[in-house]
C-alpha cells in the first residue's frame, strides 16, 4: 500500500540552532500537508503544498514540495521553545478518495 | 478553517462496552473522516463518513468494530464496539473543506479513550 515515510524520528536542538523533517512517499501526490502536534494536543493544519517544486514560507518555517511531488520538507530556521512538538506531513492520494496519508511524525525538542 | 468540537474529550472504559464520540463541525464540509492514533504513533484512518450511506472503512478496520454514522453534512458518530484494552487511543474527527479553490483538512480536538 501506499507509505509515507518520515526522518528523522526525534531531533533534540539547542535554542536557536536550525530544524529540518524530511518526507517521503512511495507515490506521486496530489499534494502535501503539514500538521503541528504539541504534546497533550491535536494536529494543527500549518499549510498545504500543491505545485511540484512549490516553496512557502511561515515566518521561520520553511516548506518544500520536490519536483516529482514524491517528497516534501520542512525547515526551521533558529529554532524557539514554542516550536516544541511532532511535526507531521500527510500526501494527498491522486484518486478520488481524499484520503490522507500520514508519515510517522518527527519529534522536535528545543533546549533553552 | 473550520472549528470542531468532539465529545466526549476523554473516557475510561471497561472492556466489553461501547463508546459512542460525537464530532461536530461549524459548517458545512466536503468531506468527514475518522483516525486514531495510538499512544506515541502517527495517525491511521479509521474511515471515511459518508453522508446518509455507509462509511468506507481502511484495511483492518470494520464496520462491526466501528459503526459510524453521518446523518448530515456536520455531524458524524464513531462507536467503537465490544472494546478491548488495545483500542485505548485517541479517536479524532477530521473534515476536509474547500478553501479557495483547494482543500483544506483539520481535525478536532480528539477522543482519548482508555480501556481497562
Known amino acids: 500500500g501506499q507509505q509515507v515515510m518520515q526522518i528523522p524520528q526525534y531531533q533534540h536542538v539547542q535554542e536557536g540552532e536550525d530544524f529540518t523533517t524530511y518526507c517521503n512517499s512511495s507515490t506521486t501526490l496530489s499534494n502535501i500537508q503539514w500538521y503541528k502536534q504539541r504534546p497533550g494536543g491535536h494536529p494543527v493544519f500549518l499549510i498545504q503544498l500543491v505545485k511540484s517544486g512549490e516553496v512557502k514560507k511561515q515566518k521561520r518555517l520553511t516548506f518544500q514540495f520536490g519536483e516529482a511531488k514524491k517528497n516534501s520538507s520542512l525547515h526551521i530556521t533558529a529554532t524557539q521553545t514554542t516550536d516544541v512538538g511532532t511535526y507531521f506531513c500527510?500526501?494527498?492520494?491522486?484518486?478520488?478518495?481524499?484520503?490522507?496519508?500520514f508519515g510517522s511524525g518527527t519529534r522536535l525538542l528545543v533546549r533553552p | 478553517s473550520a472549528v470542531i468540537s468532539q465529545k466526549p474529550s476523554r473516557d475510561i472504559c471497561q472492556r466489553g462496552t461501547s463508546l459512542t464520540i460525537q464530532c461536530q463541525v461549524d459548517?458545512?464540509?466536503?468531506?468527514m473522516f475518522w483516525y486514531r492514533q495510538q499512544p506515541g504513533q502517527s495517525l491511521t484512518l479509521i474511515a471515511t463518513?459518508?453522508?446518509?450511506?455507509?462509511?468506507?472503512?481502511e484495511s483492518g478496520f470494520v464496520i462491526d468494530k466501528f459503526p459510524i454514522s453521518r446523518p448530515n453534512l456536520t455531524f458524524s458518530t464513531l462507536t467503537v464496539s465490544n472494546m478491548s484494552p488495545e483500542d485505548s487511543s485517541i479517536y479524532l474527527c477530521?473534515?476536509?473543506?474547500?478553501?479557495?479553490?483547494?482543500?483544506?483538512?483539520?481535525f478536532g480536538p480528539g477522543t482519548r479513550l482508555t480501556v481497562t
Open positions: 477530521s473534515v476536509l473543506k474547500l478553501q479557495g479553490i483547494s482543500y483544506e483538512q483539520y
Open positions: 463518513a459518508n453522508q446518509g450511506s455507509e462509511a468506507t472503512y
Open positions: 459548517s458545512q464540509v466536503t468531506m
Open positions: 500527510a500526501g494527498r492520494l491522486r484518486d478520488s478518495s481524499y484520503k490522507l496519508i
